[in-house]
């Protein structure tokens, strides 16, 4: 541990975590020292022989943790560090002593089958911020990931960490844990709510500049005693324009400053002793160290440091009740207000302050005072979840999803309808991922459903998208292909559709924009838009962002900061989403739930932006799928570079080699990469022939040939044999892949994913040069 001694929270807690049987929720203002009670439940465990998991809601936090857990892994703990930007084999998984995850990353392993039996060793469940149950994106996970973990008596013990649970009792009795409330804190906290000057209900700017003025203000008060600040803002632009705000009224210059111009408003608010922070603010790093260190005393932020990067402050104002459209949830203001007053930062004291419109003043008073209430979201994703459980084996039977649901916390808060659970499963029926045998009364999970589950994509958008595609014509050749994927994701993909720019990447992207409708390789670079420029509709900018990497990848090349003035760090969410559907798309070539162009094309899409920072061109993903497999999931992002390099440094553009000696950095034993170079789909020989209607295939041990004239027949063949497939007849390709002279060709998929096909999907072979 690294602390000399327990302060009174956590004397109180740690006997009864040391009891080492049974649930446990502790509960305890922020600052109190939570932390510390959760390592004590994982060592605890660890003396046991078992292995402890602690889940927390942000990769921030992981990050934050992972420091602290360094002298562990000094003294010899094994300490693996999860989130969905660090792929580990399962080996490691394995080995470890405890893991550090975001929930929904453990949740992804609770998914894969074949890491079930090292989760059945996990003795220790610690669940930072347990009060997220009630949180309307993660909350739904949480649930059902503790009701799994609730219903196995004999599986690990759940210690739950919170500041802000108003019904923990509730919350302990559903999980049967033993509640350890305190209300110690080692300074003293006080929040009030000014009074703000009434400004009119309609004119949101005018409401606004009310509330940057009030925050302007205090901050000053509390500048002149020396006291540190942070700002909270419901949006990147409001943090941009109250830092603005903020270092003018320390006397530098900002009239006429774009409020878009990052390295400006950086350089000037810098000058004044304010820094920023949100996810994709380039300097973010920057400013957490310099408010550390008090280089800096005033940081605007998003609600990201909230719960996540720990920067206490002696005053804490929150400047918006609203992030986004959306109102605020009473937790977060609470996780906010927790930043006062932190004994780490110095401070005996702690001023917290929420600036709200006077119409809604007494309902966040009556809020604040009343706390946050835990309500199951586990109903708004019924069917994702629903269908978690079958791919896990625990329901295959309406009587099985009772029970199930049963012990949920939606249905100990009175949810307990079976309606609904009967709705989700006829949806998944009809989605195509549950599929009931007939003349039985049970469930199974169809291929479809096992990979829907696996990469963690939303039954209903999943659904949605697939549908979509089928019934989109077959494009004429990779171009189009790849514009009718980018389109289709970014109107069916929240985070896609509604992605937010400032007026600076606008208009880079509406740029982006024209210059794909013109297919110009070489686009002049020009800040003017177009005159009578349409208006862009929903979905267009992301469309933008997903062009630069098909079209520009060289933009990307090296991890630059800016891509035509426009903050990388800013497009990631937007890459990240459309890059896990379309790798969910591209796993669905060997099952023929897609189209075969749609397969194909996703796969090697899905391949490019997961790697763009090594500007892969069209036809680069065979190559790099090669890589990655050499690499191994958690030296990949290491050695799946140097390997592409030294490749392309020698012109190989697909993994066809024949040698059987492996690259310098390959990191498999010899005889898994001859076992790999077998069954890729090297030496996979296609003869279509349209006049006799035969297709003659020699391809891998296991491969799955599909026709993709529309065509659903599969032959799976030996190795090293020749198979005659037949055509359908004309008639049986009508539909949406037009007839067969026009959309005839096939597509080879071997079992460990590599892929090839002919016609002009043949670019997706291999790299051209």
């Not at 590599?754 to 999907?761: I, K, Y």
Request: with cysteine.
């Amino acid at each position: 541990m690294p602390h000399p001694s327990f302060n009174p929270a956590q004397a109180a807690a740690v006997p009864v975590v040391r009891q080492g049987t049974g649930h446990l929720v502790v509960v305890a203002p922020t600052g109190a020292g939570k932390t510390p009670i959760g390592m004590v439940a994982a060592l605890d465990a660890h003396a046991r022989g078992e292995k402890a998991a602690w889940l927390v809601p942000q990769r921030s936090l992981t990050d934050e943790l992972d420091r602290e857990l360094q002298l562990w892994r000094r003294r010899g703990l094994r300490v693996v560090r999860l989130t969905g930007e660090a792929a580990v084999d399962s080996g490691l998984i394995r080995a470890a002593d405890v893991w550090v995850a975001t929930t929904e990353k453990f949740e992804a392993i609770c998914r894969a089958g074949s890491l079930r039996d090292a989760l059945a060793e996990v003795g220790c469940l610690v669940v930072d911020e347990i009060h997220l149950l009630g949180d309307p994106a993660r909350g739904a996970v949480l649930e059902a990931l503790l009701a799994r973990v609730r219903e196995d008596g004999a599986g690990a013990r759940i210690v739950g960490l919170s500041a802000t649970v108003a019904n923990a009792d509730e919350v302990a009795e559903w999980l049967g844990a033993r509640l350890v409330r305190t209300a110690w804190r080692p300074t003293r906290l006080t929040w009030q709510l000014p009074v703000l000057p009434t400004a009119d209900e309609a004119d949101w700017a005018a409401r606004a500049a009310v509330r940057t003025e009030a925050a302007v203000r205090i901050a000053r008060g509390v500048g002149a005693d020396g006291g540190s600040v942070l700002v909270f803002c419901g949006s990147k632009r409001r943090v941009r324009a109250t830092a603005l705000a903020l270092a003018a009224d320390r006397g530098v210059s900002t009239a006429g400053v774009d409020a878009d111009d990052a390295e400006l408003v950086e350089r000037l608010c810098t000058k004044a002793g304010v820094r920023l922070h949100y996810r994709d603010w380039p300097y973010k790093r920057d400013a957490e160290q310099a408010f550390r260190a008090r280089e800096a005393d005033i940081l605007v932020a998003t609600s990201t440091v909230a719960a996540g990067v720990n920067l206490p402050a002696r005053a804490v104002i929150v400047a918006d009740t609203t992030i986004g459209l959306d109102r605020v949830e009473v937790s977060m203001v609470q996780q906010m207000f927790g930043r006062a007053g932190r004994i780490g930062a110095g401070e005996r004291e702690g001023w917290a302050f929420l600036l709200a419109d006077p119409g809604e003043r007494a309902h966040w008073q009556a809020r604040l005072a009343a706390g946050y209430t835990v309500r199951s979201r586990l109903g708004d994703h019924l069917p994702d979840h629903l269908l978690a459980e079958a791919v896990q084996g625990r329901v295959s039977a309406v009587e099985e999803a009772e029970r199930w649901w049963a012990g949920t916390l939606a249905a100990h808060q009175g949810h307990a309808g079976v309606e609904p659970l009967r709705e989700a499963a006829a949806f998944l029926t009809t989605a195509g991922c549950l599929r009931a045998p007939a003349g039985e009364d049970r469930w199974e999970t169809s291929p479809l459903g096992r990979l829907t589950s696996r990469f963690m994509v939303e039954a209903a958008l999943a659904d949605d998208l697939a549908t979509a595609v089928r019934e989109a014509p077959v494009p004429e050749d990779a171009f189009t292909a790849e514009r009718s994927l980018t389109a289709l994701l970014s109107t069916r993909l929240p985070v896609l559709e509604q992605a937010p720019f400032t007026d600076r990447a606008r208009t880079a992207l509406r740029r982006v924009l024209r210059e794909a409708e013109q297919e110009q390789e070489h686009p002049q670079e020009t800040d003017e838009p177009a005159r009578d420029e349409p208006k862009p509709v929903a979905g267009d900018l992301a469309r933008a962002v997903l062009h630069l990497v098909a079209d520009r990848p060289g933009l990307f090349r090296g991890r630059p900061g800016y891509v035509l003035g426009i903050p990388v760090d800013s497009m990631t969410g937007i890459l990240e989403e459309a890059q896990r559907y379309l790798a969910w798309l591209g796993a669905q070539g060997p099952i023929g739930t897609v189209h075969p162009w749609a397969a194909v094309v996703a796969d090697d899409l899905a391949q490019r932006i997961r790697w763009r920072a090594l500007g892969p061109d069209r036809g680069a993903g065979r190559l790099l799928w090669m890589c990655e497999r050499m690499a191994t999931a958690p030296r990949a992002p290491d050695l799946v570079p140097r390997m592409w390099r030294a490749a392309r440094a020698r012109g190989v553009d697909a993994p066809d080699w024949s040698g059987t000696t492996p690259p310098n950095d390959c990191a498999l034993p010899p005889d898994r990469y001859r076992a790999l170079l077998a069954e890729r789909a090297t030496g996979v020989r296609l003869d279509l022939r349209e006049d006799d209607g035969e297709v003659r295939v020699v391809a891998p041990p296991g491969a799955v040939i599909r026709l993709w004239n529309g065509a659903t027949t599969t032959l799976r063949i030996g190795d090293g044999e020749e198979s005659t497939l037949l055509l359908p007849p004309d008639d049986a390709a009508d539909g949406p892949y037009g007839d067969l002279a026009g959309n005839c060709g096939a597509a080879v998929f071997t079992r460990v994913g590599d892929r090839v096909a002919t016609g002009w999907l043949g670019v997706y072979g291999a790299l051209r040069s």
